[in-house]
């Protein structure tokens, strides 16, 4: 969602708050902007639609200088896509205010304002921060206590960095539920929604817990928790390097991140297995405690986690024996949920910080679950604070908004939490140690998936020009065709869906013509004759199938056929494996198609609104 940047030094910090910009544009957003106290304690405003690179134009004909302020790239939520809407947004001649959230409850005290004598100039709940906290100065209130009233006043989510040029030695954040992340200089310190856009200037981080409060000047961070008492947070050192943030040969990020697939698939797996067992430990201390006691699985997730958790089902209910359901986590929020005893209670997260989930587990901890567990890609984040155990990807950083590495390492560590369930439900030590080459072969499978590349390149021609398509798989592919799915309509814009292949029949087959590519993925498991007689209602139809196919199937090309051969796997990390192929023909489409493959319109990197 949005990027805040903040930053207070005795040097000019507009090119490190328009850097840092640069490197949350992955996050997804329409305008961006910036705020700064200048040398005569003046605010210098500057604000653009479109992208960083028209605020730096702007900016080089306006420039700004100063030694504290803020910048922040917007995706819009109240109000249009306009100048006026963007951030910061101002009070008078004192206070700017950058927000990532939404304030539910900004009319009622929008209109008291406007009593008050306060004009507003955007479309935005943002402003009613602005003026709120400036009311409260004018009251006598200093920033840190200006602040705090005026948010025991919101409803919402939100992530909060206000200054006042007439005070200008401090910045006040605070959060409550948008993640912020506090980065530690010599001299000079800085604030983000996002750990990647303060590489360039440090690598020692302070993450804000929920409800706390902050006030920033170039020596010092005080912290206060939502009671209004000192605290003092951990100081984390990441191992991200700035690198690791940045493109390197590769044209984008989710053509680099595909790739990097097998290393971060093999550091997931790292230090995780030992003598042929999986290590129950790689969930905390207390996994010896509470796996025993697993009766079910929950599984709460959105988007491409979502489909994660979907397979992750399959797992857990054909190789550890144990009953599972999968749930939208904006779903899973309104409804009365019964917890069976013994239930453990699984999110999954790319960030940590997805707003759905995440509330999804704060109310799972009220409903009697057993415990709770995350699978997320975040060390710091607030799923993994909140959770009993974690299971922590390493996908390293993920910078295109559509996710690839975040999501196959997510299956392998289903697949490895799915062996530790299992030794408690009847599944021999003998037994474990059998799956325990396919994982370890995982990583080799996709290396030879990419090998594949340049075919699918080539294939992904017939695609450019289509206005539909339609995935097709069975069983834990059902999810792998899910995931093509979304990928290809997240980055190129061509309609995708996704269907159990033998649901065809029940409505789907009415689209099925000449101009409807159908993709279907075919390993070489139990279903594959079924899958089969699926394909051949489609051919009859006249449907034009594409078909990922083990060698083994036997399948060949023939007349509105075309079968890509694929890499032998075994069935167990065949969802990985298949995934590989549908995220290259996703890319390459839309690389034809001239759409924004990192940023696609619409949509955000992590989405920490409801």
């Known amino acids: ?118 004009v507003f100039k955007s479309e935005t709940d943002t402003e009613v921060a602005a003026h ?19 948010v025991k006043r919101f409803v919402g989510a939100y992530a909060l960095l206000v200054f006042d040029a007439k005070n200008p030695e401090r910045i006040v954040v605070t959060r409550i539920a948008s993640p912020l992340v506090i980065g530690l200089g010599i001299g000079e310190n800085f604030v983000a ?47 991200w390097s700035q690198e690791a943030a940045e493109k390197g040969p590769y044209r984008h990020f989710m053509l680099k991140e595909i790739f990097e697939q097998p290393s971060a698939l093999a550091d997931t797996l790292y230090g995780r297995v030992v003598n042929h067992r999986v290590v129950p430990e790689s969930l905390g201390m207390r996994a010896a405690e509470i796996l025993p006691k697993v009766k ?92 009993d155990l974690v299971m922590m990807t390493q996908a390293g950083p993920e910078i295109g908004v559509a996710s690839t590495k975040a999501f196959t390492t997510q299956l392998l560590s289903l697949l490895l939490v799915t062996l530790m369930l299992g030794r408690h439900h009847g599944m021999t030590a003998e037994r474990e140690a059998e799956f325990v080459p396919h994982l370890y072969h995982a990583a080799a499978a996709v290396e030879q998936a990419l090998e594949m590349n340049e075919r699918i390149k080539l294939l992904a021609e017939d695609f450019a020009e289509k206005q539909h398509a339609l995935f097709l798989g069975r069983g834990p592919m059902w999810p792998i065709a899910m995931e093509g799915a979304l990928k290809l309509k997240e980055i190129s814009y061509i309609h995708a869906e996704a269907y159990a292949a033998g649901e065809l029949k029940h409505g789907p087959l009415a689209l099925i013509d000449e101009e409807m590519p159908v ?82 319109r619409n949509l955000a990197k992590s989405v920490t609104v409801e």
């Open 193 to 239: 929604s996002g750990v990647p856009a303060l590489l360039p200037v440090t690598q020692r981080f302070i993450y804000l817990e929920q409800g706390d409060l902050a006030e920033i000047t170039r020596d010092t961070v005080k912290i206060y928790d939502p009671q209004g008492q000192p605290v003092t947070r951990a100081v984390h050192e990441t191992q």
């Open 1 to 118: 969602m949005c990027g805040i940047v903040g930053a207070i030094a005795e040097r000019n910090i507009v090119p490190v708050l328009v850097e840092g910009l640069k490197r949350l544009e992955y996050r997804g957003y329409d305008s961006a902007g910036i705020a700064v106290v200048q040398g005569d304690h003046k605010l210098g405003l500057c604000r653009a639609v479109g992208k960083v690179a028209q605020l730096e134009d702007k900016l080089h004909a306006h420039p700004l200088a100063g030694r504290l302020g803020v910048a922040h790239t917007r995706w819009a939520t109240h109000g249009g896509v306009t100048e006026a809407n963007a951030h910061p947004h101002l009070s008078g001649d004192r206070v700017a205010v950058i927000h990532n959230g939404i304030i539910e409850n900004y009319e009622p005290i929008k209109q008291e304002l406007i009593k008050k004598g306060y």
């Open 519 to 600: 993709i279907v993925v075919a390993p070489n498991n139990d279903l594959l004759d079924k899958l089969k007689s699926n394909m051949q209602v489609v051919r009859a139809r006249g449907g034009q199938l594409y078909v990922f196919a083990d060698k083994e199937t036997g399948l060949q090309n023939e007349p509105g056929i075309k079968v890509i051969p694929m890499p032998h796997a075994d069935r167990v990390i065949a969802p990985i494996v298949y995934t590989v192929p549908l995220q290259l023909l996703a890319y390459h489409a839309a690389v034809l198609k001239g759409t924004d493959v990192d940023q696609p």
């Open 132 to 150: 709120l906290v400036h009311d409260n100065l004018k009251q006598g209130m200093d920033l840190i206590e200006a602040v705090r009233q005026a």
């Open 296 to 387: 079910q699985v929950h599984i709460v997730a959105c988007g491409t986690s979502y489909h994660a958790g979907c397979v992750g089902r399959y797992w857990f209910e054909s190789i550890a024996g144990v009953p599972c359901q999968v749930e939208i986590a904006s779903e899973y929020r309104y409804r009365n949920v019964v917890v069976p005893p013994g239930t453990l209670f699984l999110t999954l997260s790319q960030s940590g910080e997805t707003a759905d989930t995440l509330e999804a587990l704060r109310m799972a901890k009220t409903l009697g679950y057993l415990a709770t567990l995350t699978v997320c890609n975040s060390a710091h984040s607030s799923m993994v604070r909140e959770s």
